[in-house]
């Protein structure tokens, strides 16, 4: 007996050491996100949704590389809505923390602050939302949304419909700045005339148009005058608003929009930087019919999509992170599109063999990783953006959207202006 106890103990004793062992392996990886300021109220989601895709990869084993099984261990930094903080926190993450792939930024400004310092000490960032293109970096993957997979499919819808004016508003930076500007030049391609494209144009010295449209700072709350010059633009009738503002602001635009009586009926707006997420903060019965363009919404009816809002829902009632809010959640795009990025990490990680950045970016690059999500299937190219279903919805009541177009399988292209110029140069000739 006792040897037969002495044998067990000693069993139990090389078990608890192989534990321990196995808990030792862990991978450190990085959450960069706006946690605080007027981004919070979009990316503290980002957050949840990385921690979520963690602890489930973490559930089922880890990472597996070899006979070795690797755990995530998140890092979370915040930008505070700060961008040359957010480099700031890139360098920590990077330098400090040795992390092997980050996850995070919103705003283009934000990622531009940070892409010096990825380059620099050859990290990996994913970039989950939607945005203006004309860059690619070898140390960014997008698995945003490339203007291609949003704003254009979403004026060609709008011109199927017999929109002939179209009015731009954004917030006054890179994404918007530029996404109006590629949108500007499109709908002169496609017959709309100048005076029908609304919210005005900046030109440089020698004449060129280098912007378009209305811009007003992070944080802007009176839209009194700009819905009222809106209203007067959509007066003769077949006009729509092209809204790229980011964060909060669009809490007050829409509620203008909606005092000034303008409706979707009379003049709709199709948003690229609201989503599920955000509309819990507006009047939503105020703008049903309103329109969204993305690569994922909520209300999809398919099996990957069941199941995922499941295990969320399931994972929100048991998680323990700090700053995780459990009640009136939603799931929106770029949540969808962070967690999309979290497989295709571990996908070609795996592959690789390694954390290995230049290993990681080669599979990456190859086009032979896919992961089948919530939105459908996305495949990492060569030219480090997806293949992805787009979507455009109509908002309902409920802060929900009805589904009422896709484009399947679109591929995200950064450069489109290049292309755009010679084209209408050609049409000029």
């Known amino acids: 007996m006792k040897s037969f106890l002495s044998k067990l103990l000693s069993i139990g004793v090389v078990a608890l050491m192989s534990f321990r062992a196995m808990a030792a392996d862990t991978i450190k990886v990085g959450i960069l996100h706006s ?3 007027t981004m919070a109220i979009s990316e503290t989601s980002l957050r949840d949704v990385l921690l979520f895709a963690f602890d489930e990869i973490n559930a089922a084993g880890g990472v597996k590389i070899g006979d070795k099984s690797y755990m995530i261990e998140p890092v979370i930094v915040d930008g505070a809505s700060n961008w040359p903080l957010f480099a700031e926190k890139a360098k920590q993450l990077l330098e400090e923390d040795k992390v092997a792939v980050v996850f995070g930024c919103w705003t283009s400004v934000s990622r531009k602050s940070v892409l010096p310092v990825f380059e620099k000490d050859n990290g990996l960032l994913f ?12 140390n960014i993957f997008y698995t945003a949304e490339a203007v291609n997979q949003q704003a254009i499919p979403a004026v060609d819808y709008l011109l199927a419909q017999g929109k002939k004016k179209f009015y731009l508003i954004g917030t006054d930076y890179v994404y918007p700045q530029t996404t109006n500007l590629i949108l500007y030049k499109y709908l002169l391609l496609h017959g709309i005339s100048l005076d029908d494209i609304g919210g005005g144009l900046r030109k440089d010295d020698s ?9 007003t700072p992070f944080g802007h709350t009176d839209y009194q005058q700009i819905v009222a010059e809106i209203k007067q633009f959509a007066a003769s009738g077949d006009a ?10 669009n809490v007050p635009f829409f509620k203008e929009v909606a005092a000034a009586g303008l409706t979707p009926a009379n003049c709709p707006v199709v948003s690229f930087s609201l989503a599920e997420d955000e509309l819990r903060a507006l009047p939503t019965k105020d703008l049903v019919g309103e329109l969204g363009c993305w690569t994922y919404f909520m209300s999809l009816k398919t099996p990957e999509n069941k199941s995922f809002l499941k295990r969320w829902d399931e994972w929100l009632k048991t998680e323990d992170h700090p700053g995780v809010v459990k009640e009136k959640r939603v799931v929106d795009s770029p949540m969808v599109l962070s967690y999309d990025g979290v497989y295709l990490w571990k996908a070609a990680v795996e592959k690789a063999g390694t954390f290995d950045v230049d290993k990681v970016r080669q599979i990456l690059e190859s086009g032979d990783i896919s992961f089948d999500g919530p939105g459908g299937m996305t495949t990492m190219k060569a030219n480090h953006h997806t293949v992805k279903n787009v979507y455009i919805g109509e908002t309902r009541a409920n802060g929900q959207f009805k589904i009422v177009k896709t484009f399947d399988q679109v591929a995200g292209e950064p ?5 755009l110029d010679e084209k209408l140069a050609a049409m000029n000739k």
């Open 35 to 37: 946690l605080s300021g």
């Open 240 to 249: 729509c608003v092209v809204n790229t503002i980011n964060g909060d602001s």
């Open 207 to 215: 004449g060129k148009v280098i912007s378009a449209g209305k811009y």
């Open 415 to 419: 450069f489109l202006l290049k292309g």
């Open 127 to 138: 970039y989950p939302v939607q945005y203006e293109g004309e860059e690619l970096s070898k």
